[in-house]
Nanobody, 125 residues
Framework: QVQLVESGGGLVQAGGSLRLSCAAS????????MGWFRQAPGKERRFVAT????????YYTTSVKGRFTISRDNAKNTVYLQMNSLKPEDTAVYFC??????????????????WGQGTQVTVSS
């Protein structure tokens, strides 16, 4: 069974940057699409970014395009989310997840089988 552990969250001022990491253990995830989601207080968990098994295909929600970059290192079983030009509206708990499909065009939480515990990102104005 895959275990996913996120790290790298924290408190940052608007305009700042953070890099989130998601380390997988239990088995390799090199054949899996991986995604990042976020959940703000009182709101549902929403898609942020996804990356296919090779890293060659990525998708982003509109609000983070040009600011966030998803990447992966299959040798390290790790997925990253580089977040630049952060805004207060980016404040949320960020989760990584493993998709049950191999292609990257999957944006719904029910398409993902394994989830990390989340890491808090707080952006102050």
């Amino acid at each position: 069974q895959v275990q996913l552990v996120e790290s790298g969250g924290g408190l940052v001022q608007a305009g700042g940057s953070l890099r989130l990491s998601c380390a997988a253990s239990g088995r390799t995830f090199s054949n899996s699409t991986m995604g990042w989601f976020r959940q703000a207080p009182g709101k549902e968990r929403r898609f942020v970014a996804t990356i296919n098994w090779s890293g060659g295909t990525t998708y982003y929600t509109t609000s983070v395009k040009g600011r966030f970059t998803i990447s992966r290192d299959n040798a390290k079983n790790t997925v990253y989310l580089q977040m630049n030009s952060l805004k207060p509206e980016d404040t949320a708990v960020y989760f990584c997840a493993e998709c049950r499909y191999s292609t990257a065009e999957h944006y719904h939480t029910d398409e993902y089988d394994y989830w990390g515990q989340g890491t808090q990102v707080t952006v102050s104005s």
